[in-house]
């Protein structure tokens, strides 16, 4: 985002899911929040289990879809404290939760050119080419610049200790 004039960002709109990928674009999208003097709207994307579909097939929909609603703000407030603590992200934040699939959701979020929509880029590996949907709808239909972050180093860390301890493989802990 160098020689991007700070004047022209509004919000710096990104996609919170809790994941570790998500946490690490939340921090990067609040240091440019800050940066740039915009307001932060963390935005959590949710569907009902089995999907839309599966939901009005149900015969009490109603009753639960308003669990679930209530269920993603908790979850999102949880991920937002966790990581902002009880001081803030230290810029001017408006937390969004919105019913549908993250990729239009957060495309639909972040509708005007003078926002920035913050994802993160997706799994490295042998996974990549199921991960990254989100990121790749995002790049493909938003309207504003999209800035992807690449999964935090200690992600891949974790995954390969994971990994390691399934397969009842010795693990290194000189590193550690």
Known sequence: ?????????????VGVSGSLGSVTALRRAAALARRLGAQLWPVLAWEPPGGDYAARRSPGAGLPAEEWQRLAKQRLASVLEEIFGTDGAGVPMRAVVVRGAPGPALVATADREDDVLVVGAGRRGLRRAFAGRVSRHCLAHAVCPVLAVPPSP???????????????????????
């Open 1 to 13: 985002m160098a020689g991007y004039e700070a004047s022209a960002v509004s919000r710096v709109v």
């Open 154 to 176: 200690l992600q891949s860390e974790l995954l390969s200790v994971h990994r390691r301890y399934a397969w009842h493989l010795r693990i290194d802990t000189r590193g550690l």
